[in-house]
């Protein structure tokens, strides 16, 4: 029965976001499974006008999504990091794939579902955390480096030339050979490709590496980033 409260309490305040943002898009966010700055982050979304967000948060983030009505939002932001997905959580994530709905994942969210091996398939890429092998990827907190622009004709990128940045790298992370690089770095501590997008199913994926703290968030180029990412994958 709380459950049902609370998916009920859900449902109401996103069908008010709609009919109050009807020129806006309309995206669910998540998050969970990892500290982050909140108050810095939702700034940032804050501060698009063109968008409306409604969170989700993880415990129950996930069947959440496979309950919601898709009409009622245009795509989904995953700023999450859980750990383990059961099978009916699962299903939520088959069903945008198959509706269509664009999925942007930021950051720390490559971490999600180690043992999950379609989760790296869907984003197109995997943060390896398993130990002392040639696998195992890696972070630095508070490098400067410089996000090169790899396609400047994606609408994600539009507009953005070659950019430095403060903030967190991963190093020797899994890019899967079909995705279109979007994002590179030249830093010793970095994996080059650090942003890409790809297809699958019947939706538009765009994956975004920075994006740890609110040196990122209040970068005027990471936010054009974000905010153009969603547009795309948010296009039918």
């Known amino acids: 029965m709380k459950r049902f409260a609370s998916l009920l309490i859900l449902c109401i305040l996103i069908l008010g976001s709609v009919s ?4 806006k898009l309309n995206i669910l966010i998540v998050t ?14 804050d501060s698009f006008p063109d968008i409306s967000y409604t969170e989700l948060k993880h415990p129950e983030a ?14 989904v932001v995953f700023y999450d990091m859980p750990k ?22 930021l950051h720390h969210s490559l971490c999600s579902y180690q043992q999950w091996d ?4 869907i984003v197109g890429g995997k943060y390896h955390e398993e130990k002392n092998t040639p696998q195992t ?7 400067t480096f410089t996000v090169k622009i790899a396609s400047s004709k994606n609408p994600v990128t539009n507009g953005i030339k070659d950019f430095e940045i403060l903030d967190e790298v991963y190093g020797n992370t899994e890019v899967l050979p079909g995705v279109t690089p979007l994002l590179t770095a030249n830093h010793p501590q970095s994996s080059k490709t650090i942003g890409w997008t790809h297809k699958i ?8 590496q920075p994006g740890h703290d609110k040196n990122g968030y209040f970068n005027p180029n990471y936010q054009k980033l974000v905010r153009q990412a969603i547009a795309f994958v948010a296009i039918k």
């Open 201 to 208: 199913e019947n939706s538009r994926i765009v994956y975004i």
């Open 84 to 105: 383990s997905i059961s099978e009916a959580e699962k299903e939520s994530y088959f069903k945008l794939l198959k509706l269509g709905k664009g999925l942007v994942f």
């Open 32 to 45: 969970g499974g990892h500290d982050f700055d909140r108050q810095s982050f939702f700034e940032m979304f």
């Open 137 to 143: 990827s890696t972070y630095q907190h508070d490098v």
């Open 20 to 23: 109050a943002s009807a020129n």
């Open 62 to 75: 996930n069947l959440q999504l496979g309950t919601i009505d898709p009409k009622t939002f245009d795509a």
């Open 118 to 121: 379609e989760y790296r398939d």
